[in-house]
């Protein structure tokens, strides 16, 4: 498997080769432009480019590879912190970066990118069977630190490097009760035009107070994506493991069509949904009509996906017939429909057009067969948790005429 993004995840977080003077915490925005030397920020020097030296009494870091010819003149400043890289490790200017006493650095906004997100828990109230991120017990996670540590990313983030939609996920984001609302109404005021896209299962949302306020909040810019795994509550409550789920879940979907919330469904594809696929489709059809759009999301081989993969693993190959019959009744009933996440060689062909590659750009990868395929620009790739143990299909094959 091969990734054109592995240099530039915007995930980031790797270990610093070596530090130096790095006595405290680091917490700033990238700089790579020796013109902008502002205070507080951390100056990237990329390994391809070897200019003289700039002046580095304003920035409180600076982060190098080993190579660098530059790196004895930094060490004769005694006290700057030092942070030297691999070579393959690629910041961007405006980076909003963090970087621990022991020289780990994380990257919580790459400003390179339009496919940013903000996880703001790792928390949730459902324990689906193929959850790629189990989560944690709520009491291991400080919810107030990740929002002060968000907000403070929304203050270093340029106008210019607002990105045309931001992802808040989790876990179960609203978990962070009042302050999910706080980062929320953060971003529609920092980004007025940013689409705010909040990944949530929904059932919090059932309380019409919580999501009229997250409405307001959101300032019409808020686009909320909930899971919805069954027709009947005994699909749907089986797959997250939560009695009452599908209820609470409904009451939240309700909420937000009133609220003026737009709403995306999402679908994971597996053995426990597949078979109830044409059910759901006509159920939303009928009862949600009012859904922005639907998402049919192929699973990802991770986390509990493979704890319990022979319960929810199935090819998509077996089930191309099934996509095809759901999208025939989304269609039919004008409601917008899209494929995430699986290869078109695993579909059909009446299903190619609503095959969309993912807004996360650092997943897609690609099998050894897809090497020759003259349709892999436009394909939806694999995920990179695909591998020989853990293996999405026996029929990925190239497509080798146009």
Known sequence: MNTPYAKDTLFLSVQAENTLHLNAPLFGKVVTDFQINQADTILYLPPNQQDSLPSLDLVSAVIC?????????????????????????????GDIISV????????????????????????CNNLCIMCPQPPKPQSQVNHGAIEQR?????????????????????????MLDDGLLRIVDGISVKMPQTLIHLLTNGRY?????????????????????IPLFGHVSEVHDYVVQSDGAFNQTIEGLLNC????????????????????????????????????HVALMGMENMGYAKLNRETVFIDPWDYKDKLSAAIEIFQLYGID??????????????????????????????????????????????????????????????????
């Open 65 to 93: 590879t080993n190579h660098d010819s530059r790196l004895n003149m930094i060490k004769l400043q005694k006290t700057i912190p030092v942070i030297v890289v691999a070579a393959d490790v690629v910041f961007s200017q």
């Open 100 to 123: 621990s006493e022991r020289g780990r650095i994380h990257r919580y906004f790459r400003a390179s990118s339009q496919n940013n997100a903000f996880l703001v828990t790792e928390a």
């Open 150 to 174: 968000i907000l403070q990313t929304l203050a270093l983030i340029d106008n210019e490097h607002a990105p045309s939609s931001l992802c808040i996920t989790g876990g179960e984001p609203t």
């Open 205 to 225: 949302l059932s309380d019409e107070y919580y999501t009229a306020r997250l409405a307001r909040a959101g300032r019409h810019q808020l686009l909320v994506g």
């Open 257 to 292: 069509y009133k609220q003026g919330i737009s709403i995306e469904l999402r679908v994971v594809l597996n053995k426990a949904t597949v078979p109830y696929l044409k059910a759901l489709a006509e159920y939303i059809s009928r009862n949600l009509f009012f859904v922005k």
């Open 337 to 402: 429909v899209r494929v995430f996440n699986l290869p078109l060689c695993l579909v059909n062909p009446d299903t190619y057009t609503y095959c969309k590659q993912s807004i996360s750009d650092f997943k897609n990868s690609w099998n050894i067969a897809c090497t020759d395929c003259v349709k892999r620009d436009s394909c939806c790739g694999l995920f990179e948790s695909t591998t020989e143990k853990f293996w999405l299909s026996r029929h990925i094959a190239p497509f080798l005429d146009a």
